[in-house]
């Protein structure tokens, strides 16, 4: 093998080698959490569902037990009292009985919307949070390739070189290399900038 070859591959583990490690357990990690949100995302959806079903119940068993006694009440006060209840019953009811039904409506509609809303909120942080997610699984996927992939060139350059080369030592060389490099390039820059 040649040495531009022994160069090369050395270059390319220091590259490699100067990445953040990270363990190849986060990758289970993070599609777990993603799994788990998914499971509360559902649950929250339920529990909305299930807090809205309460309020709506809460609001016919006003509508049943306050206010259409109420209404009976104030509505009997107003008749009077040479009437026929049972003759005109049918008309008391069509004429109640229509705005019973719009307070009941109206209240709903109001939860309605509130539960729309809320859900529709819920909605768009959990796709965010997907969204984000599933980029930080890809991220973490390709370090930890990434760190596969050095770990073989590492070994791959050891048997080609016998352990003649010692790696660490060269990827410490090379980073003073380019540092000092950069610091130079740098000094070069100012010199000719005063230049002009």
Do not use: W
């Not at 079903?53 to 609001?59: C, D, M, P, S, T």
């Not at 037990?65 to 109420?70: D, L, Q, R, V």
């Not at 729309?116 to 991220?139: D, E, H, K, P, R």
């Not at 990434?146 to 080369?165: F, P």
């Amino acid at each position: 093998m040649t040495r531009i070859h022994i160069y090369s591959m050395l270059l390319a583990a220091v590259l490699l080698s100067s990445c953040a490690s990270i363990p190849a357990s986060t990758t289970t990690l993070t599609q777990e959490i993603l799994k788990e949100s998914s499971g509360m995302h559902t649950l929250n959806i339920s529990l909305i569902n299930q807090l809205y079903a309460n309020r709506k119940e809460q609001i016919n068993s006003f509508i049943t037990n306050t206010y259409t006694p109420a209404l009976l009440d104030n509505f009997s006060k107003n008749l009077p009292d040479s009437l026929d209840y049972k003759e005109e019953l049918p008309n008391i009811l069509k004429s109640i009985v229509p705005i019973i039904n719009k307070k009941k409506d109206s209240m709903q509609s109001i939860l309605d919307t509130e539960q729309g809303q809320l859900i529709t909120q819920l909605n768009a942080n959990y796709t965010n949070f997907s969204t984000a997610g599933v980029s930080l699984q890809n991220l973490i996927d390709s370090a930890v390739k990434l760190k596969t992939a050095e770990k073989s060139v590492m070994t791959s350059i050891q048997s080609l070189t016998n352990g003649s080369v010692n790696i660490s030592n060269t990827v410490t060389e090379l980073d003073s290399l380019l540092i000092h490099s950069g610091n130079s390039f740098s000094k070069l820059l100012e010199i000719s900038s005063a230049l002009k």
